[in-house]
T-cell receptor, first 117, second 114 residues
Framework: AQKVTQAQTEISVVEKEDVTLDCVYETRDTTYYLFWYKQPPSGELVFLIRRNSFDEQNEISGRYSWNFQKSTSSFNFTITASQVVDSAVYFCALSEAKVQGAQKLVFGQGTRLTINP | EAGVTQSPTHLIKTRGQQATLRCSPISGHTSVYWYQQALGLGLQFLLWYDEGEERNRGNFPPRFSGRQFPNYSSELNVNALELEDSALYLC?????????????FGPGTRLLVL
């Protein structure tokens, strides 16, 4: 069965520090998609990135970077030089590609990130 | 381009009543998904509609139901409300219901059952 684990429930850092959010997933399929979403206090989930299982290249977008490692089933998210506006709950999610009728996202429990000024 | 919209933003009901939540997908998207985010339970998949039909259902009782209209908007109905139904209900949409697609979320409806 699909499962996503975000072991860090809460992280608190001081502004400008780098911070890494961990995500470990379980799936029996060879084709799958991984996502990161940000949930600010307003509640809306904001899409950050999608990665398919065949693309293990790391990605960088501004201060954000993602490290995908199939060997350890991990898809970690790093924020460099964190800012107060990065404070939110971050969710990692998994979608399998070949399971018939199973179109859905399976989410981790989320990591609450607090950036202190 | 407008994102996913949901109404109402907040809803207060009493136990035993029915609640109706509405969602309009991004223009051009045919698939709509519903998720429940209850305190302490994380985000749980509820329902998936595509082209007017229910395609997949999460582990929720039958009193959670919905439909998708010809314009691809969707409605989630919760009958015989229970206190534990209090949660943030999030709607998402994707282009054509393919598993590779990104789901884009709306702002949610906060349901409080008293």
């Amino acid at each position: 069965a699909q499962k996503v684990t975000q072991a860090q429930t809460e992280i608190s850092v001081v502004e400008k520090e780098d911070v890494t959010l961990d995500c470990v997933y379980e799936t029996r399929d060879t084709t799958y998609y991984l996502f990161w979403y940000k949930q600010p206090p307003s509640g809306e989930l904001v899409f950050l990135i999608r990665r398919n299982s065949f693309d293990e290249q790391n990605e960088i977008s501004g201060r954000y970077s993602w490290n995908f490692q199939k060997s350890t089933s991990s898809f970690n998210f790093t924020i460099t030089a964190s800012q107060v506006v990065d404070s939110a709950v971050y969710f990692c999610a998994l979608s399998e590609a070949k399971v018939q009728g199973a179109q859905k996202l399976v989410f981790g429990q989320g990591t609450r990130l607090t950036i202190n000024p | 381009e407008a994102g996913v919209t949901q109404s109402p933003t907040h809803l207060i009901k009493t136990r035993g009543q029915q609640a109706t939540l509405r969602c309009s997908p991004i223009s051009g998207h045919t698939s709509v998904y519903w998720y429940q985010q209850a305190l302490g339970l994380g985000l749980q998949f509820l329902l998936w509609y595509d082209e007017g039909e229910e395609r997949n259902r999460g582990n929720f009782p039958p009193r959670f139901s919905g439909r998708q209209f010809p314009n691809y908007s969707s409605e989630l109905n919760v009958n015989a409300l229970e206190l534990e139904d209090s949660a943030l209900y999030l709607c998402a949409s994707s282009f054509a219901g393919k598993r590779s697609e990104t789901q884009y979320f709306g702002p949610g409806t906060r349901l409080l059952v008293l």
